[in-house]
């Protein structure tokens, strides 16, 4: 068995999922800026449904080396607000099907996703997401004590701990994906379909003329433009600055870990957003832990002793037998997070740049319904009903889309 590895990692052809980055071409019809998952669906989409020819992609680091591949991967549609509802559900339904449509498996995992409730208005709270969620058409509903014993028996179900826990919001749809697998699925199929996918290539600069930009800098050299896409999560204020946009977002620090992996005996995904703390099993047999986002501003990836310290206390008072368990990895991401925890889509103030901004904690679920719905905006110059309800002027009209109490903690 050594022999033969040995000889595999020597000799044997291994086949390359994507080519190799070609020469930049002096112009583009569409650049995406961003190699991260919703840079890449937009990329696929634009390629699958409208035939877009001559499209670029452009990542400074590798794929997905932001944020998509450094989350959590919880997928879920239980949302509070009508609009965002509807467009998770459309994306965890893209996600169920994810697989077969790219012919690359994503490992999707159905799981079931229970949100905590530890006090009678958090109780509250949950009946009203249970409500909201059933008019949306999605499944969700409240239930007690027995219920979640019986769903996650490995929870600590005392009365006699500091916040014991009263019941839950079940979503039966939530679940989870391989991260890098959704990117580099929509990667290659968007690639064989004639994207042009450059990394190690960063945006440095840009040339408007007029209310367009015109030009796009680069470390590889300078391209002209028709259309350009900005995905760029963490570097969202950086890169809207080069187009002249000042966006309302603020760039945070999220951690996560994960413990050493053991056999699989934690099936849903647990959250309490009381206790800002959430964990779920990976195929892998490792437990993924997170928090809330750094309460303050950074620009570094590294995770720090405290905020460890402040999620382990509440975690092994809901897993005690965690205790028992070592810490493998810990790393951070930098989240851009608007003010109603709600993302930034479509049309900007210049024209054909397009925006899909303001992903903060919760954009890897988003990553399918967010590629298909800016392909139209692209496609389309029109900002589909899909997104309506995330466009840059809800901060000018007084139309922001509460979603603070359904996203900070639950991801
Ligand atoms: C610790 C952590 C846990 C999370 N957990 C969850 C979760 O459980 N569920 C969930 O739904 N979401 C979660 N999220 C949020 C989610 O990961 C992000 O919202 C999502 O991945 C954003 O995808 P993206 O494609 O917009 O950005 P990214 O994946 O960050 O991609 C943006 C890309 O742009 C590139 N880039 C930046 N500047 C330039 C430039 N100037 N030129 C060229 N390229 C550039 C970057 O290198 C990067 O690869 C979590 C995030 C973190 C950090």
Not at 118 to 131: L, N, P, Q, V
Request: glycine share 10%; aromatic share 8%.
């Amino acid at each position: 068995m050594p022999f033969s590895l040995l000889k595999y990692g020597l000799g044997a052809k291994r086949k390359q999922v994507l080519p190799p980055t070609p020469p930049l071409k002096d112009s583009y019809d569409i650049v995406v800026i961003g190699g991260g998952g919703h840079g890449l669906a937009t990329a696929y989409y634009l390629a699958k449904r409208y035939g877009a020819q001559n499209v670029a992609v452009l990542e400074k680091g590798w794929l997905a080396s932001g944020n998509t591949a450094r989350n959590t991967t919880i997928i879920r549609s239980n949302y509070l607000t009508s609009g965002a509802i509807q467009f998770f559900k459309k994306s965890v339904e893209l996600y169920q099907g994810l697989s077969n449509d790219l012919g690359y498996n994503i490992m999707f995992s159905p799981r079931g996703h229970l949100t905590l409730a530890h006090s009678d208005a958090a109780m509250r709270t949950s009946r009203w997401r249970a409500e909201q969620n059933k008019l949306n058409g999605v499944r969700s509903e409240v239930i007690g004590r027995k219920e979640v014993a019986e769903l996650c028996p490995q929870l600590n179900m005392s009365e006699d701990i500091r916040y014991p826990v009263l019941g839950a919001l079940y979503h039966a749809d939530g679940a989870t994906a391989r991260h890098d697998a959704v990117a580099w699925g929509y990667a290659k199929r968007a690639s064989e379909m004639g994207v042009e996918i450059h990394t190690q290539t960063e945006v440095v600069g840009m040339d408007l003329n007029g209310n367009k930009v015109d030009k796009i800098h680069t470390n590889r050299g300078t391209i002209k433009v028709g259309k350009v896409v900005q995905c760029v999560a963490g570097a969202s204020l950086k890169v809207a600055e080069m187009a002249g946009i000042k966006l309302p977002i603020r760039a945070l620090p999220l951690q996560a870990c994960v413990s050493e992996p053991v056999k699989p005996l934690l099936d849903p995904i647990i959250v309490s957003g009381s206790l800002a703390v959430y964990i779920s099993q990976s195929a892998r047999g490792e437990f993924v832990m997170g928090g809330e986002i750094d309460p303050y501003p950074g620009a570094t990836s590294r995770s720090s002793t405290e905020i460890k310290e402040e999620m382990m206390g509440p975690m092994l008072e809901l897993f005690p037998f965690l205790a028992n368990m070592k810490l493998l990895r810990q790393w951070g991401g930098i989240a851009d997070v608007t003010d109603d925890y709600s993302p930034i889509m479509g049309l900007s103030p210049v024209d054909d740049y397009f925006l899909s901004a303001g992903w903060g904690t919760l954009g890897f679920k988003a990553i399918p319904a967010g590629g298909y719905a800016m392909a139209d905006a692209v496609a389309t110059g029109k900002t589909p009903d899909l997104i309506k309800t995330f466009s840059l002027e809800r901060f000018s009209d007084m139309s922001l889309v509460g979603e603070r109490a359904a996203a900070a903690v639950g991801h």
